[in-house]
């Protein structure tokens, strides 16, 4: 391999757009006085010294294999504007082993950079660089730092091992991450993606922090975060930027020490969350108002946190719970609906959650009766939705009796017997809907669901108290004139006959009172002057009438006093 001398190395690289096996032990600089041609590649040089490009315009480019930089390459406010020719980048590094590789003071090249094929390179920092097509490339490569910072470019890291702290701040272009190894901490602060920042199948071992970033779309897939994971919404710096993401979609990601969206009240636009046995540890979103959520999946192995979260649409379709899932003091907002399609939510927990915030919800084929409910908001009965197509009014109230039953046996199982009644009352709404659109509506059906309602199923003793005063009252009016001598079943408008009723009406009112007693004597209660047999038959009805509504009374005072 040459030494070459400096006016000889120049010369050669002016002549010959092939540079190929020598060593150069002098500072390398490369300006407009130097550079006239269009393109250069230089292979299998080992530069002893450092090598500086700057204030020049590089034309269709250089590319740089199997080289080595001891003291590392500096790009400084150059330019590359052509876009046709042979060569899709400005600028190419393959398997080059390099101290730095260095972009500053203004850089702007029409097509992209490439660091690719097992380089090694100890720091690679970007200031100040726009790459107008393409961005920055790097396949395969060992870093030890990487910096960017005020920078515009498409950022594209695949197949490479960073070994040391990654930090990426106030760059405007989409990100893409794909089976990298970060082994320390990688901050993203001041980030703009116009399109989307996306991170597959990388290795995090450290800390990963995002905030204070606008980002269209953040992809998640099959990643694994030793440690704990954080995008927060907002800008810690006090330079008040402007701070937003759109979508995210998270699958197949081990979270094992966690990961935090914090909202902090903004908007998301999409969450998307697909489960299955991949996805693992722990997420937790808290304080977005999110327009659209979708989960869908079977869920074995995370655990899943919403808390104080706002929802306009939110649908859980074809998903299985087998891990913990966990609502705390969620909402609707807007014209929201609630849809939970082919799932079932396993232990599921509900708290403080605000039911009654959705304007619809709307259950098909569901599993509720393990989720853990605790201190909601519940929905009324208008607001559930069972819509399937081509259902018979019958399997309506049938699916929606379902529902009310498994919510029912939920709050059961957790210690609430109160809310429980209010569902207990709606599965029996629903059950006496559907025999009456049923064909086996029976007779006796039709009185046991009518006697029901008389308390509301449950939930209402002063309704059934007010009815037997006044039917009771209106059987003593019927009885009065079996009892008495003094007055006669007739219509009379004569002072004297309504004068003479009232008095009959009071003076045998202790009769009044001795019907509320369903075990009643009937000398002592109607006397020994009974007129007419039929007062026998009037009294065998109420008794078994006040015997029922007396049940119905003690059945209701379970809402209070029953385990």
């Not at 006085?33 to 480019?61: M, P, Q």
């Not at 380089?119 to 910096?147: A, P, Q």
């Not at 597959?200 to 905030?211: A, D, G, R, T, V």
């Not at 209010?422 to 009518?450: G, V, W």
Request: charge should be neutral.
């Amino acid at each position: 391999m040459a030494i070459l001398v400096k006016q000889v190395f120049y010369k050669h690289l002016n002549d010959n757009e092939l540079i190929d096996n020598m060593t150069i032990d002098f500072e390398v600089i490369l300006d407009q006085s130097v550079i006239n041609w269009n393109y250069r590649a230089i292979k299998n040089i080992t530069f002893k010294e450092k090598v500086i490009i700057k204030d020049v315009d590089i034309n269709s480019g250089f590319l740089f294999a199997n080289c080595i930089f001891e003291k590392g390459i500096v790009f400084q406010n150059i330019q590359s504007k052509l876009l046709d020719g042979s060569y899709n980048y400005s600028i190419a590094f393959e398997n080059c082993d390099s101290a730095s590789i260095i972009f500053e003071r203004g850089c702007n090249l029409a097509k992209r950079v490439l660091i690719s094929n097992k380089c090694k390179i100890r720091s690679i920092s970007f200031s100040e660089t726009i790459v107008v097509n393409g961005g920055i490339n790097i396949y395969e490569t060992i870093i030890t730092y990487l910096h960017i910072v005020h920078s515009e470019f498409i950022f594209n890291l695949q197949r490479s091992t960073i070994s040391k702290e990654v930090r990426i701040e106030s760059l405007n272009g989409d990100i893409g991450l794909l089976a990298n190894e970060f082994n320390k901490d990688i901050a993203f602060w001041n980030i703009e993606c116009p399109f989307g920042f996306s991170s597959n199948q990388n290795i995090f071992k450290e800390e990963f922090n995002i905030s204070g970033s606008r980002i269209k779309k953040l992809t998640l897939f099959g990643d694994h975060f030793y440690k704990k994971g954080e995008l927060e919404n907002r800008d810690l710096t006090g330079n008040n930027l402007e701070t937003y993401i759109k979508e995210i979609y998270i699958s197949e990601t081990n979270f094992t020490q966690g990961f935090d969206f914090n909202g902090l009240g903004k908007k998301l636009d999409r969450l998307e969350i697909k489960s299955n046995p991949e996805l693992k540890g722990v997420l937790k979103f808290e304080g977005w108002i999110v327009d659209s959520t979708l989960i869908t999946g079977v869920n074995q192995n995370l655990k899943l946190l919403f808390k104080r979260m706002s929802f306009r649409f939110f649908m859980i379709n074809d998903f299985t719970n087998y891990s913990d899932i966990s609502f705390d003091k969620c909402k609707g907002y807007d014209d929201s609906t609630l849809n939970l399609l082919d799932c079932d939510l396993g232990s599921t927990r509900f708290n403080e959650f605000a039911f009654n915030s959705f304007v619809e919800l709307r259950f098909d084929n569901v599993t509720l009766d393990k989720i853990k409910p605790t201190n909601n908001k519940w929905f009324e009965d208008a607001v559930l939705k069972i819509e399937v197509a081509e259902q018979s009014e019958e399997d309506r109230f049938k699916r929606k009796r379902e529902i009310y039953r498994q919510l029912k046996q939920a709050l059961k199982n957790n210690g609430n017997q109160i809310d429980s009644l209010f569902f207990q009352a709606r599965e029996m709404e629903s059950y006496r809907n559907e025999l009456k659109q049923s064909k086996n509506y029976s007779l006796s059906d039709k009185i046991i669901m009518t006697f029901s309602r008389f308390n509301d199923y449950g939930l209402n003793w002063i309704k059934p108290v007010i009815i037997v005063f006044f039917l009771t009252l209106f059987v003593y009016v019927i009885i009065l004139a079996g009892i008495s001598d003094k007055i006669l079943f007739s219509f009379s408008c004569d002072p004297y006959d309504i004068k003479n009723t009232f008095e009959v009406f009071m003076s045998n009112f202790k009769t009044f009172w001795n019907l509320f007693n369903p075990v009643r004597r009937t000398d002592l209660t109607y006397g020994k002057m009974i007129q007419t047999d039929w007062i026998y038959f009037i009294d065998l009805l109420h008794r078994i009438f006040l015997g029922i509504m007396i049940f119905q009374i003690i059945k209701a005072f379970r809402k209070h006093v029953s385990s």
